[in-house]
T-cell receptor, first 111, second 114 residues
Framework: GENVEQHPSTLSVQEGDSAVIKCTYS??????FPWYKQELGKRPQLIID?????GEKKDQRIAVTLNKTAKHFSLHITETQPEDSAVYFC??????????FGSGTKLNVKP | EAQVTQNPRYLITVTGKKLTVTCSQN?????MSWYRQDPGLGLRQIYY???????DKGDVPEGYKVSRKEKRNFPLILESPSPNQTSLYFC?????????????FGQGTRLTVV
């Protein structure tokens, strides 16, 4: 099956700085790569996603890049704000909504 | 409001006492699944269902059962809970079984087995 590795496990940045979270996957059949944000005590919620036929996608301060050849994808958050503090999960999806999640990155944005 | 609803939110039980966690979605989604979330391990799929009466094992199915008798409901059953099933559980649904799209999560159920 698929194996998704996510780094770093924790990330601390100063407000206004950028944050980058990286994930690698093993199965080239994966074709959908969502990112979820989970605030403390809350459910995971989708913040951005990308499909395998696209290399980059941006939504305001958030962007995702995908390198299919190298089998890795990254989440970029610019101009970080304290409300960006949360746990972020990447996932690789194939075979009828079979989600494989990374282990999560706890992002702390210091005011 | 479109949502996935789980109950209960919190549950403390004793080893061996059967329990059911309910999950219901009002979006007419085909695909539903259960995950458990443990520190450092992310979310791991327990069981999934591609439609009514169609269920299959995920990556960590041992000790769990599910059923899908109606499209909207997908309960998770622990016949004989053990302490290693102490975890945070999430139900999720996606619109179509055949197309990879966003998963909508329930609020979560924090289960403690003593």
């Amino acid at each position: 099956g698929e194996n998704v590795e996510q780094h770093p496990s924790t990330l601390s940045v100063q407000e206004g700085d950028s944050a980058v979270i990286k994930c690698t996957y093993s199965d080239s059949a994966s074709n959908y790569f969502p990112w979820y944000k989970q605030e403390l005590g809350k459910r995971p919620q989708l913040i951005i996603d990308i499909r395998s036929n696209v290399g980059e996608k941006k939504d305001q301060r958030i962007a995702v890049t995908l390198n299919k050849t190298a089998k890795h994808f990254s989440l970029h958050i610019t101009e970080t704000q304290p409300e960006d503090s949360a746990v972020y999960f990447c996932a690789a999806v194939y075979n009828f909504n079979k989600f494989y999640f990374g282990s999560g990155t706890k992002l702390n944005v210091k005011p | 409001e479109a949502q996935v609803t789980q109950n209960p939110r919190y549950l403390i039980t004793v080893t061996g006492k059967k329990l059911t966690v309910t999950c219901s979605q009002n979006m007419n989604h085909e695909y539903m699944s259960w995950y458990r979330q443990d520190p450092g391990l992310g979310l791991r799929q327990i069981y999934y269902s591609m439609n009514v009466e169609v269920t299959d094992k995920g990556d960590v199915p041992e000790g769990y059962k599910v059923s899908r008798k109606e499209k909207r409901n997908f309960p998770l059953i622990l016949e004989s809970p053990s302490p290693n099933q102490t975890s945070l559980y999430f139900c999720a649904s996606t619109p179509e079984a055949g197309m990879n799209t966003e998963a909508f999560f329930g609020q979560g159920t924090r289960l403690t087995v003593v």
